[in-house]
């Protein structure tokens, strides 16, 4: 998936392994991983910018790992042709598309939003937002 973001912050953290992970986190809160160098020094020097992310999910368990494939700056111009707007179109596309999850919610079935606690109702609607928005931003070409 691709998405337009703002990097707050990239950490280094070292697994028991000995292997160093980056772990990038947006303006949203939600973290990015990485073990590749290269890609987390790119978003280490994007702190406080925007940028274009690509990034894979992969379910193990009861946890979603939210892997960074890759990153690049987006200038103002990029960010303008991408979402229709100016630097701030980005955010009004993620709170469309919360609107309009909010409305489609009542005529999901059940099993695609509801679950077990809320933790998971609210994972499960943010992976519907994040389906709209790329909808809107790439024009259903995501």
């Not at 980056?22 to 303006?27: E, P």
Request: avoid cysteine.
């Amino acid at each position: 998936m691709k998405e337009i973001i703002r990097v707050e912050d990239v950490a280094t953290r070292e697994t028991r392994g000995g292997n160093l992970r980056y772990v990038l986190r947006d303006d949203q809160h939600r973290e990015y991983t990485t073990f590749r160098t290269q890609i987390g020094e790119e978003a280490r020097s994007l702190a406080g910018r925007q940028a274009e992310i690509e990034f894979h999910e992969e379910h193990r368990g009861d946890y979603t790992n939210v892997y960074l494939d890759a990153i690049e700056p987006v200038d103002a111009g990029d960010a303008g042709e991408l979402a229709g707007g100016g630097a701030a179109a980005p955010v009004a596309i993620r709170q469309a598309a919360w609107q309009v999850a909010a409305a489609l919610a009542p005529w999901l079935p059940k099993g695609d939003v509801l679950a077990r606690d809320d933790a998971e109702a609210f994972e499960r609607l943010r992976a519907l937002v994040d389906r709209i928005a790329d909808d809107i931003r790439y024009g259903g070409r995501s």
